[in-house]
């Protein structure tokens, strides 16, 4: 069964940094593309970024580029996002979700990454 | 990356069907059948309903059918049940390999 659990979401102050997790099981993720998808808080879902396979390609919204950096551990079977200098509007429940090149296959239930001061 | 157009909510009885609609533009849907459907329930992660514009993942219910024209792309739903009442996001493959969702339905069964 495929799994996927997120991790490191919280309380952070605008401009601060925060760096999810994403624990990977249940498949090989070196197979995957695989990406973070953002839905703030009564709103609509907001992809954020993927990542291919084995790394080498990393794609990003328009609104986190130069903020936010994707990247994947696959000998720890982990997907990570570093996100730096966060705004208020960055508030949102963050979702690790397997694929990406063309949809979203499976989701992890999310977490909650709040910026306030 | 401006998100897809889809109608803030749509409606039905049990038994009928429903479309939702998915507009974008000939950056995205227009361009490319990699157009997917998620179903949101309340507090629950999403799950993907179709898959490039007309695909149907194992496990999900051939009431569920997608299809596309032109620029726009289109959830129907036959054999309206209770448990379809959720949010619907279509998702798009665009420009400069990123990807674009709409800004989600709220399907109510009456």
């Known amino acids: 069964e495929v799994q996927l659990v997120e991790s490191g979401g919280g309380l952070v102050q605008p401009g601060g940094s925060l760096k999810l997790s994403c624990a990977a099981s249940g498949f090989t993720l070196s197979d995957y593309w695989m990406s973070w998808v953002r839905q703030a808080p009564g709103k609509g879902l907001e992809w954020v970024a993927k990542?291919?396979?084995?790394?080498?390609?990393?794609y990003y919204v328009d609104s986190v580029k130069g903020r936010f950096t994707i990247s994947r551990d696959n000998a720890k079977n982990s997907l990570y996002l570093q996100m730096n200098s966060l705004r208020v509007e960055d508030t949102a429940l963050y979702y690790c979700a397997r694929g990406g090149k063309s949809y979203f296959a499976s989701w992890g239930q999310g977490t909650l990454v709040t910026v306030s001061s | 990356q401006s998100a897809l157009t889809q109608p803030a909510s749509v409606s039905g009885s049990p038994g009928q069907s429903i479309t939702i609609s998915c507009t974008g533009t000939?950056?995205?849907?227009?361009?490319?059948?990699?157009v997917s459907w998620y179903q949101q329930h309340p507090g629950k992660a999403p799950k993907v309903m179709i898959y490039?514009?007309?695909q149907r993942p194992s496990g999900v219910s051939n009431r569920f059918s997608g299809s596309k024209s032109g620029n726009t792309a289109s959830l129907t739903i036959s054999g309206l049940q209770a448990e379809d009442e959720a949010d619907y996001y279509c998702c798009s493959f665009a420009g400069g390999s990123t990807l674009v969702f709409g800004g989600g339905t709220k399907l109510t069964v009456l």
């Open positions: 990542i291919n396979d084995d790394g080498s390609e990393k």
């Open positions: 000939s950056s995205d849907v227009g361009s490319s059948n990699l």
């Open positions: 490039e514009t007309t």
